[in-house]
């Protein structure tokens, strides 16, 4: 499991999944959640993240009076783009302030960047590239760097792998004398790139060089595809016969192989427009030298000279921040010892001993903990007892109510996570219409004298803001149903803690739940709406004002039940007198009912909402269904939209054309369709009680992201298929198959099913391998504390040696000395099968191998 992190360092905090609060974006990035077989290792992941940041400098300027430039960015894998950024207009030094989280569904050479400027009327110009090899990676984790951005040309971008044999055959001439005979067999391509977003007509010339010849031959073209099996073999003559003619004063001498190449073009095929360079190898005949044949496969290299242009650092540069780790997943049986002590903490006495809370402390990061943690007991019901039991831990050490929960304990970074987790569709059905409405207008809403714009009038504004706010917090505090189940447990036990620990203060209760739910859930997705997936893009910078003024009124109201009204939290002048808009009982009254109604014990549907939720929505193709006997079968752009009722498309967003819609309870499978179907990438078919819908993505993530989402949301159809046909029906047969009825039942089994609860999609293989890497890297202080454990019990009273354990919360030391003892024995038996297969990996990934391909010479 791969696993980097790329920033872009810049002044506001970060939010979301980041290390801290320090400042900058972060990509983090697991490729690719690739299938295991059965009984072995294999890999699985998250994905990139680029949180709020990004940033370019000295970027080339126009020549003439206008020298600023529209700028974007995209994220690519090697030359498929997946996201990209807004424009940033007039500027020579582009911010970019965007988040991006994704699965990686396939394997990479490059993850790349590329700056573009926009053009309105032609092609838009792409200024420089960083491209980043993900073996490299790794030396780039922790590290900020500036990079400078690279040349593109058409003769530089380049990715895939060739297959390649080469022998070497003797030959007896008519006139009887030998030579040699070179045979090439190049018999496939993998990973070709795409072409305009469709898959390449690919074809090879297969030349042979030398000092004074250069002999070429040409294969078929293969169409539509971006891995073409050639399998076409190659004759070149290498060695001259020893006769010579009378007339040469000299002897003709044998030609010298030790001075001959192959060299393999890669094409795509242009038709009416010129052939598109795809990249080429070149394999000296010497490889030949002590055997008969030579077979690998070889990485494609970029054209000679074709990456070398004038000065580089022209171009300008942009800056990354890159965290990499890589994990690798056992089998199930494996993980049982260790996922059974985890999921026992809930009932250790006292926490502090339990594994889970150990996990914890002895993290240098407790977020690196934190997430794995939570995910793992939400998994098997367990996280609403550990959670409890570690926030009245805390609450032993608050000594004050108005600061109850405001602090950064294990118990309040395990609450924040479980709520990104199982909050999400929560979010998106109580904020997003109104946020998109906030981020889609263009209301001023500034109230501060001092950043007003000239012409604003700050009466207007007030009330513009006021308008949002109260649309917003009347919707929040209407929204209890909604609650997921999960947050509703958690903060009844919070708040019948807090009133335990706080007898004598009656708000006591009310500020315990309001601490999460308003500060740290509400609040947070308002100001950064993009983090949560509530909007695609970072909001401009009028925006983000609007909505951090909101967001603290919003967080203040949300509080408002646990302070008398002679109190204020604002330290601004111009706040305060705008919140004593607010200071009337209702406000007060309604925000006690609705945080009464999200920590009563009444069960909630962990989606419950009387309109449906809206899960994605974006352009893709779909296959025409042709209907008719005559009607064309080819394929249209669409828009389409998941809810958790039904799959709608269109044909753009707000028209009145006809929506064709399919009910969530009808669809029967999801599964990814095989390139050769329609000799199209990225497609999946939605297998419903009508016809098959086959639609094409724009691009790999987006395709495993729509798969990953209609299979959560149909989990619980009744009669889902347990088999399917990967590939389509088409003139009479399925290709998959041949078979000629298309009642037969599929071909293949289908996906693993994934958990039912759509907010929830948890792989607790993947969290406890990640646990276990958290554990072997901090197993000096894990030593650490077995240590202050037994220090403790020998001496029994004041310590000798606190600063060896001070740093630790040791409630019980004999429990807490067991408790790491298991844990050792367990890693250690873990390690075994660990270093086996990384052995057994090492050993398999044969230079020239698919998996380990030659990088072959560059010019």
Same mark, same amino acid.
């Given at each position: 499991?791969?696993? =980097?992190?790329?920033?872009?360092?810049?002044?506001?905090?970060?939010?979301?999944?980041?290390?801290?609060?320090?400042?900058?974006?972060?990509?983090?990035?697991?490729?690719?959640?690739?299938?295991?077989?059965?009984?072995?290792?294999?890999?699985?992941?998250?994905?990139?993240?680029?949180?709020?940041?990004?940033?370019?400098?000295?970027?080339?300027?126009?020549?003439?009076?206008?020298?600023?430039?529209?700028?974007?960015?995209?994220?690519?894998?090697? +030359?498929?783009?997946?996201?990209?950024?807004?424009?940033?207009?007039?500027?020579?030094?582009?911010?970019?302030?965007?988040?991006?989280?994704?699965?990686?569904?396939?394997? *990479?050479?490059?993850?790349?960047?590329?700056?573009?400027?926009?053009?309105?009327?032609?092609?838009?110009?792409?200024?420089?590239?960083?491209?980043?090899?993900?073996?490299?990676?790794?030396?780039?984790?922790?590290?900020?760097?500036?990079?400078?951005?690279?040349?593109?040309?058409?003769?530089?971008? %380049?990715?895939?792998?060739?297959?390649?044999?080469?022998?070497?055959?003797?030959?007896?001439?008519?006139?009887?004398?030998?030579? +040699?005979?070179?045979?090439?067999?190049?018999?496939?391509?993998?990973?070709?790139?795409?072409?305009?977003?469709?898959? !390449?007509?690919?074809?090879?010339?297969?030349?042979? &060089?030398?000092?004074?010849?250069?002999?070429?031959?040409?294969?078929?073209?293969?169409?539509?595809?971006?891995?073409?099996? *050639?399998?076409?073999?190659?004759?070149?003559? #290498?060695?001259?016969?020893?006769?010579?003619?009378?007339?040469?004063?000299?002897?003709?001498?044998?030609?010298?192989?030790?001075?001959?190449?192959?060299?393999?073009?890669?094409?795509?095929?242009?038709?009416?427009?010129?052939?598109?360079?795809?990249?080429?190898?070149?394999?000296?005949?010497?490889?030949?030298?002590?055997?008969?044949?030579?077979?690998?496969?070889?990485?494609?290299?970029?054209?000679?000279?074709?990456?070398?242009?004038?000065?580089?650092?022209?171009?300008?540069?942009?800056?990354?921040?890159?965290?990499?780790?890589?994990?690798?997943?056992?089998?199930?049986?494996?993980?049982?010892?260790?996922?059974?002590?985890?999921?026992?903490?809930?009932?250790?006495?006292?926490?502090?001993?339990?594994?889970?809370?150990?996990?914890?402390?002895? !993290?240098?990061?407790?977020?690196?903990?934190?997430?794995?943690?939570?995910?793992?007991?939400?998994?098997?019901?367990?996280?609403?007892?550990?959670?409890?039991? #570690?926030?009245?831990?805390?609450?032993?050490?608050?000594?004050?109510?108005?600061?109850?929960?405001?602090?950064?304990?294990?118990?309040?970074?395990?609450?924040?996570?479980?709520?990104?987790?199982?909050?999400?569709?929560?979010?998106?059905?109580?904020?997003?219409?109104?946020?998109?409405?906030?981020?889609?207008?263009?209301?001023?809403?500034?109230?501060?004298?001092?950043?007003?714009?000239?012409?604003?009038?700050?009466?207007?504004?007030?009330?513009?803001?006021?308008?949002?706010?109260?649309?917003? *917090?009347?919707?929040?505090?209407?929204?209890?149903?909604?609650?997921?189940?999960?947050? !509703?447990?958690?903060?009844?036990?919070?708040?019948?803690?807090?009133?335990?620990?706080? =007898?004598?203060?009656?708000?006591?209760?009310?500020?315990? %739940?309001?601490?999460?739910?308003?500060?740290?859930?509400?609040?947070?997705?308002?100001?950064?709406?993009?983090?949560?997936?509530?909007?695609?893009?970072?909001?401009?910078? +009028?925006?983000?004002?609007?909505?951090?003024?909101?967001?603290?009124?919003?967080?203040?109201?949300?509080?408002?039940?646990?302070?008398?009204?002679?109190?204020?939290?604002?330290?601004?002048?111009?706040?305060?007198?705008?919140?004593?808009?607010?200071?009337?009982?209702?406000?007060?009254?309604?925000?006690?009912?609705?945080?009464?109604?999200?920590?009563?014990?009444?069960?909630?549907?962990?989606?419950?909402?009387?309109?449906?939720?809206?899960?994605?929505?974006?352009?893709?193709?779909?296959?025409?269904?042709?209907?008719?006997?005559?009607?064309?079968?080819?394929?249209?752009?669409?828009?389409?939209?998941?809810?958790?009722?039904?799959?709608?498309?269109?044909?753009?967003?707000?028209?009145?054309?006809?929506?064709?819609?399919?009910? #969530?309870?009808?669809?029967?499978?999801?599964?990814?369709?095989?390139?050769?179907?329609?000799?199209?990438?990225?497609?999946?078919?939605?297998?419903?009680?009508?016809?098959?819908?086959?639609?094409?993505?724009?691009?790999?993530?987006?395709?495993?992201?729509?798969?990953?989402?209609?299979?959560?949301?149909?989990?619980?159809?009744?009669?889902?298929?347990?088999?399917?046909?990967?590939?389509?029906?088409?003139?009479?047969?399925?290709?998959?198959?041949?078979?000629?009825?298309?009642?037969?039942?599929?071909?293949?089994?289908?996906?693993?099913?994934?958990? /039912?609860?759509?907010?929830?999609?948890?792989?607790?293989?993947?969290?406890?391998?990640?646990?276990?890497?958290?554990?072997?890297?901090?197993?000096?202080?894990?030593?650490?504390?077995?240590?202050?454990?037994?220090?403790?019990? &020998?001496?029994?009273?004041?310590?000798?040696?606190?600063?060896?354990?001070?740093?630790?919360?040791?409630?019980?030391?004999?429990?807490?000395?067991?408790?790491?003892?298991?844990?050792?024995?367990?890693?250690?038996?873990?390690?075994?099968?660990?270093?086996?297969?990384?052995?057994?990996?090492?050993?398999? /990934?044969?230079?020239?191998?698919?998996?380990?391909?030659?990088?072959?010479?560059?010019?």
């Amino acid at each position: 499991m791969d696993t =980097p992190w790329v920033s872009f360092p810049k002044s506001l905090p970060s939010r979301g999944r980041g290390p801290g609060a320090w400042a900058g974006g972060v990509w983090r990035f697991r490729p690719p959640a690739d299938a295991r077989p059965p009984g072995g290792c294999g890999r699985r992941g998250a994905a990139p993240r680029w949180e709020p940041g990004g940033e370019a400098k000295n970027l080339l300027p126009y020549l003439g009076p206008n020298k600023m430039r529209d700028c974007f960015c995209t994220i690519n894998l090697d +030359q498929e783009e997946v996201y990209r950024t807004q424009v940033v207009e007039k500027s020579l030094s582009p911010f970019f302030s965007e988040e991006f989280y994704f699965e990686i569904p396939r394997t *990479f050479q490059y993850l790349s960047f590329y700056v573009y400027d926009k053009n309105v009327l032609q092609r838009d110009l792409r200024i420089g590239k960083v491209a980043i090899k993900k073996e490299d990676l790794s030396n780039h984790s922790g590290k900020e760097t500036w990079f400078s951005l690279q040349p593109i040309d058409s003769n530089s971008e %380049v990715q895939g792998k060739v297959h390649l044999e080469l022998k070497l055959n003797e030959l007896i001439t008519e006139n009887g004398t030998v030579c +040699q005979q070179l045979v090439v067999h190049i018999k496939a391509c993998h990973g070709l790139p795409l072409i305009n977003g469709q898959s !390449c007509d690919p074809y090879a010339t297969v030349s042979l &060089v030398g000092p004074s010849r250069n002999d070429q031959k040409k294969t078929k073209v293969k169409k539509k595809t971006s891995n073409p099996q *050639f399998n076409e073999i190659f004759y070149f003559e #290498v060695t001259r016969s020893s006769s010579y003619t009378r007339k040469s004063q000299f002897q003709v001498e044998e030609e010298d192989i030790e001075k001959l190449e192959i060299r393999i073009d890669l094409w795509n095929n242009g038709n009416l427009v010129q052939d598109v360079f795809l990249g080429e190898i070149k394999v000296p005949v010497n490889v030949l030298r002590n055997d008969s044949s030579h077979q690998a496969w070889y990485l494609l290299q970029p054209r000679e000279n074709g990456n070398k242009t004038s000065k580089t650092d022209d171009l300008g540069s942009l800056r990354l921040n890159i965290c990499y780790t890589e994990d690798y997943v056992l089998p199930s049986e494996y993980y049982g010892p260790l996922k059974t002590l985890l999921l026992k903490s809930p009932d250790v006495q006292p926490i502090s001993a339990s594994a889970a809370y150990i996990l914890g402390e002895i !993290c240098r990061d407790k977020n690196d903990a934190v997430l794995p943690l939570v995910r793992l007991l939400l998994h098997h019901d367990k996280l609403v007892p550990f959670a409890t039991a #570690v926030a009245e831990l805390d609450l032993k050490d608050t000594q004050d109510a108005n600061t109850i929960f405001r602090g950064n304990s294990l118990a309040t970074r395990c609450l924040d996570e479980m709520m990104k987790i199982v909050g999400g569709h929560y979010l998106k059905v109580t904020l997003k219409p109104i946020l998109d409405e906030i981020c889609e207008s263009s209301k001023s809403c500034e109230i501060d004298p001092i950043k007003l714009k000239e012409g604003d009038n700050v009466e207007n504004n007030k009330e513009n803001l006021r308008y949002y706010v109260d649309k917003l *917090f009347s919707t929040i505090v209407k929204s209890s149903m909604s609650c997921p189940t999960v947050m !509703c447990d958690i903060f009844y036990s919070l708040r019948q803690m807090a009133a335990q620990r706080f =007898p004598n203060d009656p708000h006591v209760q009310y500020s315990a %739940v309001s601490s999460f739910v308003f500060l740290r859930f509400f609040a947070v997705a308002v100001v950064s709406p993009h983090t949560f997936h509530l909007r695609p893009h970072h909001p401009d910078a +009028q925006t983000i004002r609007t909505l951090t003024l909101i967001s603290k009124t919003i967080q203040t109201l949300g509080s408002w039940g646990s302070l008398s009204k002679s109190k204020s939290s604002f330290k601004e002048t111009f706040m305060c007198e705008f919140f004593k808009m607010f200071q009337e009982e209702g406000y007060i009254i309604a925000v006690k009912k609705f945080l009464d109604e999200i920590s009563s014990t009444e069960t909630k549907e962990s989606s419950g909402t009387s309109e449906p939720v809206h899960l994605k929505e974006g352009e893709m193709y779909k296959r025409a269904q042709g209907r008719t006997r005559i009607g064309k079968k080819n394929f249209k752009k669409r828009w389409f939209c998941l809810t958790s009722r039904e799959l709608t498309y269109h044909k753009q967003p707000g028209s009145k054309d006809a929506i064709y819609t399919i009910p #969530v309870k009808n669809i029967l499978a999801v599964e990814k369709l095989e390139e050769s179907s329609f000799n199209k990438k990225n497609m999946f078919q939605v297998i419903h009680t009508e016809k098959p819908l086959y639609v094409q993505a724009n691009n790999c993530v987006e395709a495993n992201e729509w798969i990953d989402v209609l299979c959560r949301v149909s989990r619980c159809n009744q009669n889902r298929l347990s088999s399917f046909h990967p590939s389509a029906f088409l003139n009479g047969n399925w290709l998959c198959c041949q078979e000629t009825s298309e009642n037969t039942p599929g071909c293949k089994p289908c996906t693993a099913g994934v958990p /039912a609860d759509i907010q929830i999609d948890i792989d607790e293989d993947r969290e406890t391998e990640r646990i276990y890497s958290l554990f072997t890297l901090s197993l000096l202080k894990l030593q650490k504390m077995e240590e202050a454990c037994g220090t403790i019990a &020998v001496y029994q009273g004041p310590q000798k040696e606190p600063d060896d354990y001070s740093n630790f919360v040791i409630e019980d030391s004999v429990t807490t000395f067991k408790t790491i003892q298991q844990i050792k024995s367990i890693i250690e038996k873990l390690d075994e099968p660990h270093e086996k297969y990384r052995k057994k990996r090492s050993s398999s /990934a044969k230079y020239g191998s698919k998996e380990n391909p030659i990088v072959g010479k560059t010019s």
